[in-house]
């Protein structure tokens, strides 16, 4: 999706603005639900970079749509982790319209990478982040 986040130190989550593109439509006026969902996924990747500082990849992600998001129509959008155990971290995120109505709702559990999981997934630029990584089991 190629969506521009940032830690918001304050919050202790990461967030962005998204503002969805004809080209992410499902309907003609409304974001389809993988897209937004996307955006959501994204961004609770990052606050498990941003805030737990390890990487991780999706296991399984539950999402509620509770209202359209709507295209070209700014939307805020934050992510945080609900928890951390072991090789697994539980993140949240939310979508928002301009006026604070909650949109999309997402809850994710994600596997922590060791380092060679890492470096599979991400290639050489993981070796210079090993603090980013559990010990292989």
Not at 29 to 57: P, Q
Not at 77 to 89: D, H, I, M, N, T
Not at 104 to 127: H, N, P, Q, R, S
Request: hydrophobic residues 45%.
């Amino acid at each position: 999706m190629r969506q521009r986040f940032f830690h918001d130190e304050d919050l202790g989550r990461i967030v962005a603005d998204f503002t969805p593109e004809p080209g992410h439509s499902g309907a003609p006026n409304y974001t389809h639900g993988g897209a937004s969902m996307a955006v959501l996924d994204d961004a609770m990747a990052w606050a498990i970079i941003a805030l737990k500082e390890r990487f991780g990849i999706t296991r399984n992600c539950e999402v509620d749509f509770i209202r359209p998001v709507t295209i070209g129509a700014p939307h805020g959008v934050q992510a945080w982790v609900e928890s951390f155990e072991e090789r697994a971290l539980v993140a949240r995120a939310e979508m928002r319209d301009r006026d604070g109505k909650l949109c999309v709702a997402a809850k994710a559990t994600y596997i922590v990478l060791t380092m060679e999981e890492a470096m599979d997934a991400i290639g050489a630029g993981a070796a210079t982040a090993s603090s980013f990584t559990e010990p292989a089991t």
